[in-house]
């Protein structure tokens, strides 16, 4: 539904030119949502920008519902637009106007008459839960209420795409989880495709079915949610994954880590399982067939796109050669085991 | 206080609200659109015409900058043209109205610079026109901006029509001026003063009441 090939963009000219994309491949297929995730300044605005063309990709191509973008005249462009909604991070809402004349925008827009505005914003606002809001001012709405508003108006002229720039950036956790789940209402019931941006793994994890990393104008990484948050291919995705999950050694454990194993040294290991080896009694195992005492020092489990996802910091306690069988037992099933490190025996 | 005097500053009272309405209207209807146009030829904007730009910012420029006793002989023959005379009320409403459209203009130039840009942008992701961008995000999204500047320009219409008196355009300016000063009779001076005072007050509290009712931020 959405294609972007070899998008480029650069700011500026010559010596002081910043290149904001560089060679932006990303294919989003129709009734999926697709996240990209970086951090701030990474060229996460800019590419969502260029997919509706607020932002003209220097170089490379932009074709969204099969009609290439970049190629179209600026009227041609302004009716492509209608198929793609957008929401933005400060939702952008006309103050002078209520909330049901903010909805009804994009339809006066395409010269809409009366009554087929009031047709298609009724619903918009029953479906955002705003129905009894239609004659306030954004003032007087919570931030949450705003975007809903915005995300009724991006819905006003039916759009096959929509494009969320930093959506929840600006909401507090719980309203975080309602704006979501209307979003993914929405993805449901209409069918619609969307695109996000966003610094939150907390919103990839909770609504999309693929992730791109971005970094330094790049996508780094793509990947099936599930599939990122089990094994991210990259260090930059793993840092996001660890800092999302919270899920680091205790500091002071971290502090008497040895690369080297060594003399009354026993590995510390991070385990995640995910799929089948979920619900393997793996510890008892280890402890059986191995000798091996498992100490976990930490431990998590989270449910992402129906997958279940365990995650666990443990000491493994036994003599070298144990803990080596125990460890090529771990790789055998199905878990990504990483050793961070050693650490001597304390008693 | 004797009767003809009290016509003489109803008279006085009237020539003011007059030019004052004149000059006020038209530069209205001349700056507003003058400002946008200086607002949406900037550089990145949605009409970006850089040379455009340029030019006009120019021109507002001269007009702001000369002083409005030099602009009134200056322009006489241009007045002479347009009402058919170079003294009198009629005459004196010419060189304020010129001197006005320029302060309009950039006044709403302005107003219109405090729209967020996120919102020209959505309205862009929505397909919206240059045209459409204008006539519904930015004039509605500035108008307490822009009535404010408003209000701003007819208070000082009411000061600068005081030299209307130069070219026989009467006013209240002009008999403080003629009674008050030249004939030494400060009672004449402190009733225009009080006049004045009051005028600037009304006008003030309507414009602050149109801006409030109108915007809703």
Not at chain 1, 118 to 140: F, I, S
């Amino acid at each position: 539904m959405i294609s972007l090939e070899r998008v480029s963009k650069t700011y500026g000219t010559g010596p002081r030119a910043v290149q904001a994309l560089s060679d932006i491949d990303l294919q989003v297929p129709k009734g999926t949502i697709h996240g990209v995730i970086g951090l701030s300044g990474a060229g996460k605005s800019t590419l969502i920008r260029c997919v509706n063309l607020l932002e003209r990709p220097t170089t490379g191509r932009v074709i969204v519902d099969g009609a290439e973008l970049t190629a179209m005249s600026a009227s041609d462009l302004r009716q492509a637009r209608h198929q793609c909604g957008m929401i933005f991070q400060h939702f952008n809402l006309l103050t002078n106007r209520t909330v049901f004349d903010n909805v009804a925008l994009p339809l006066e827009l395409m010269r809409e008459s009366r009554r087929t505005i009031r047709e298609r914003v009724m619903p918009l606002l029953e479906m955002t839960g705003l129905t009894d809001k239609r004659h306030q001012y954004p003032a007087q709405l919570s931030g949450g209420q705003k975007q809903r508003v915005a995300i009724a108006r991006a819905l006003a002229s039916r759009p096959k795409v929509l494009l969320c720039d930093e959506a929840t950036s600006a909401l507090d956790p719980q309203t975080t989880t309602s704006i979501l789940a209307l979003l993914q209402e929405i993805n449901q019931q209409l069918g619609l495709t969307i695109l996000l941006i966003t610094h939150e793994m907390e919103v990839v994890k909770s609504i999309c079915h693929r992730v791109g990393l971005i970094s330094g104008g790049r996508l780094v990484e793509e990947a099936d949610v599930g599939d990122f948050f089990t094994a991210p291919g990259t260090q930059l995705g793993r840092e996001f994954l660890n800092d999302f999950l919270k899920l680091e050694a205790p500091r002071e454990l971290v502090e008497r880590l040895d690369a080297e194993s060594g003399q009354n040294s026993h590995p510390v290991v991070r385990l995640t399982f995910s799929g089948d080896s979920v619900s393997t009694p793996l510890i008892s195992r280890l402890a059986r067939e191995h000798g091996v005492d498992v100490s976990i020092l930490q431990a998590k489990v989270e449910s992402i796109q129906g997958r279940t996802l365990g995650l666990m910091i443990a000491e493994l306690i036994g003599s070298e050669t144990q803990t080596r069988q125990a460890l090529a037992t771990l790789k055998s099933f199905d878990l990504h085991v990483e050793v961070l490190g050693h650490v001597q025996r304390t008693d | 206080m004797s009767s003809a005097l009290i016509d003489l500053v109803w008279q006085s009272t009237l020539e003011t609200l007059y030019m004052v309405a004149v000059a006020g209207i038209i530069s209205a209807l001349v700056g507003v659109p003058l400002g946008v146009l200086l607002y949406v030829t900037r550089p990145r904007q949605i009409l970006a015409q850089p040379v455009v730009n340029g030019i006009l910012g120019i021109v507002t420029n001269v007009g702001r900058s000369i002083p409005f006793i030099i602009l009134l002989v200056a322009i006489i023959p241009f007045t002479r043209m347009i009402v058919g005379s170079s003294i009198g009320t009629n005459a004196a409403a010419v060189p304020l109205t010129i001197a006005a459209i320029p302060f309009v203009a950039r006044l709403v130039e302005g107003a219109l610079n405090e729209v967020p840009p996120g919102l020209i942008e959505a309205a862009q992701s929505m397909g919206a026109t240059p045209m459409q961008i204008i006539m519904k995000v930015l004039l509605p999204e500035a108008r307490g901006g822009i009535l404010n500047g408003l209000t701003i320009t007819i208070v000082a219409l009411v000061s600068y029509s005081a030299m209307a008196g130069a070219v026989g355009g009467g006013g209240l300016g002009d008999l403080g001026i003629r009674y008050g000063y030249n004939r030494f009779n400060p009672t004449v001076m402190l009733i225009t003063v009080v006049v004045l005072v009051i005028m600037v007050q009304l006008f003030q509290s309507l414009g602050d009441y149109l801006v409030r009712k109108s915007d809703h931020k």
